[in-house]
């Protein structure tokens, strides 16, 4: 299994010398098996140019074939997809996967993406096959030969955790969530920080609770996890409404898992590439110095894993 | 009159090494009037770094006033306003001024941006400052401060996008970003709103070549923004808005290879620059 990242940053897509080495693109990771299944997690700007890739290869003759695999439907999750070029070439397959919302009709959320005023090729125009699959909460489903589980996180309205095996090997995804200490989910705005953990019902208690056991399952035993730490602990404290977690909150899923590696992923737009490696330095310190048990690095666009049998 | 670039590239925002000098940011620039009067034109994912700027004075104490003018509500020209500081800042005043035929439209059209599936914060009456939406008047013209501001409707494709005629302090700016002409290039009443500009920021999406690929975007290529600007004897002309895959090396070229489509047409009086993040000219 070979795991890239195309776009590791939060929020919006931050171009510039400050974030020349860790990248400025939002959100977007491929995941291929070794026998060429093709995943995508997100659609931030770094699908971009993920797509330019895939069209020098199957893509470019449609004959090409691809899952993305939506966490939710934030602008730095789905702000690339019109820019996906594979879309725009008759025969080539494209499968949408995102959680089922009451409201509203998962395919008519990206289509008005694509709609006027806002951008100029109609979302009907796209000549690729395009199916869009809901999924429930706990959803759990082959593709190919890749196994994929899923849970709900804790951030304003959805979000979706991805777990991913193959190869005899296997990759976690928890973007966007904050830690599970008071409640996000479902909220449609949320204008100063919420009820903490001590004010809240008993009921409320025991949702999050097994929010947070189900994330741990998730990572059970995964050989790297690619978690959302947005935040430093300061940044935390004055933003814990906007559903973002610290590198403290993965390594604490991560070590009560067993995951070999952890990822920090979505940088804040504000974080230069020095403050990341500092972050990083944190982390690392954090986790037990030298003789840490967990791996921990900070994902870069460009950045290539081999997992298991590749 | 001091105007400066904080998001020159179209379409989509493009980091990475190849576009560090010129920056990758989405359609912004702002213009500092000399009676501390301050516009926004468009609102791209530079407005975030014109936004953090701001915040050292008024604006982070809630004593900031300032007019954004949307060209059109492309994503590439509205897709900063979520990320914009000042507007988080309870006592900032703000006008919007769009090409919708209502306020009420215009709303609606930024409203859907801020919806809950898409962020966080659902509406922008959420955001903190007091913002006005306001749809260009039947005269097309906007008065801020001792500026005049004349908007004038360019062809964008099938749709429409208005360049801006900034009059203030003596000297003129004019703002012509997404505009595809039909062949023979801008007609008279456009080269009325660009003539004599100190200023013109024109498209120039494409070079020649690449737009000749491309005709039904609706963009300019690089001839046709010589070819306004020498046409409308604008003294300087800067390039604009350029493709998301041109590196920093490719924008060099467009800009030397404007220098001599200029004074091959015997235009070497009009100036030419390439527009890159962080430049501040004064007129």
């Not at chain 1, 070794?34 to 330019?52: E, F, M, V």
């Not at chain 2, 099938?158 to 009059?167: D, Y």
């Not at chain 2, 003539?195 to 005709?215: K, N, Q, V």
Request: net charge negative.
């Amino acid at each position: 299994m070979r795991v890239r990242f195309w776009g590791v940053r939060g929020s919006l897509p931050v171009p510039g010398a400050r974030t020349e080495r860790y990248g400025g693109n939002t959100s977007c990771v491929e995941v291929t098996s070794a026998s060429g299944t093709r995943i995508i997690i997100d659609g931030g700007t770094g699908i971009r140019r993920l797509g330019k890739e895939l069209m020098r290869a199957e893509f470019e003759s449609g004959k090409g074939q691809a899952h993305i695999l939506i966490s939710h439907t934030h602008w730095d999750h789905i702000q690339g997809l019109p820019f996906f070029s594979p879309f725009y070439r008759g025969g080539n397959r494209l499968f949408v996967y995102a959680r089922q919302r009451d409201d509203q009709n998962l395919r008519s959320v990206f289509a008005s993406q694509a709609d006027a005023p806002f951008f100029p090729v109609s979302f009907d125009r796209t000549r690729a096959s395009v199916a869009f699959r809901e999924l429930h909460d706990g959803a759990k489903f082959e593709i190919e030969d890749m196994q994929v589980s899923t849970t709900r996180l804790n951030h304003p309205h959805v979000a979706t955790a991805y777990s991913i095996a193959a190869d005899g090997a296997r990759v976690a995804y928890i973007a966007d969530t904050a830690p599970f200490t008071d409640i996000l989910f479902g909220q449609e705005f949320l204008s100063g920080p919420p009820l903490q953990h001590t004010q809240l019902s008993r009921t409320d208690k025991t949702k999050l609770k097994a929010m947070a056991s189900a994330v741990v399952r998730l990572c059970e035993g995964a050989d790297l996890v690619i978690y959302d730490t947005m935040y430093t602990a300061d940044e935390y404290r004055q933003y814990p409404h906007f559903g973002h977690s610290r590198p403290s909150d993965a390594i604490t899923v991560c070590q009560q898992a067993g995951v070999k590696t952890l990822a920090l992923f979505h940088h804040a737009p504000d974080r230069s590439d020095a403050e990341v490696d500092a972050m990083l330095d944190g982390a690392r310190a954090q986790a037990g110095g030298k003789n840490r048990k967990l791996e921990i690095v900070a994902a870069f666009e460009g950045l290539d894993l081999l997992l298991g049998k590749v | 009159m001091e105007v400066t670039f904080w998001g020159v590239r179209g379409s989509i925002p493009s980091p990475g090494p190849a576009t560090v000098r010129y920056g990758g940011n989405t359609s912004c620039v702002s213009v500092r009037l000399a009676d501390g009067e301050i516009i926004m034109i468009d609102c791209g994912t530079g407005a975030r770094g014109f936004g953090i700027s701001l915040l050292a004075g008024a604006f982070g104490k809630g004593k900031g006033s300032a007019t954004v003018l949307l060209s059109h509500a492309h994503w590439d020209h509205i897709q900063g306003f979520p990320f914009f500081g000042p507007f988080y800042v309870p006592g900032n005043r703000f006008t919007v001024v769009g090409g919708s035929q209502s306020a009420e439209l215009l709303e609606r059209v930024l409203e859907r941006q801020m919806a809950a599936q898409f962020f966080p914060v659902q509406s922008y009456r959420n955001m903190g400052a007091h913002i006005e939406m306001r749809a260009i008047p039947e005269d097309r013209e906007v008065r801020v401060g001792a500026a005049k501001i004349t908007a004038h409707p360019n062809p964008h494709g099938p749709t429409q996008v208005m360049a801006f005629r900034i009059e203030a302090d003596g000297k003129t700016l004019v703002y012509a970003s997404d505009v595809g002409y039909e062949s023979g290039g801008p007609p008279e009443d456009t080269l009325a709103i660009y003539r004599g500009a100190d200023l013109l920021i024109h498209d120039s999406t494409f070079t020649p070549e690449d737009r000749a690929e491309r005709m039904s975007r609706g963009l300019s290529s690089l001839d046709d923004a010589v070819d306004a600007a020498a046409r409308a004897q604008a003294k300087r002309l800067a390039l604009f808005h350029y493709d998301q895959d041109y590196s920093d090396h490719d924008v060099d070229e467009l800009v030397v290879r404007g220098r001599r489509l200029l004074d091959a047409r015997g235009a070497e009086e009009v100036e030419i620059l390439g527009a890159a993040e962080g430049l501040t000219l004064t007129l």
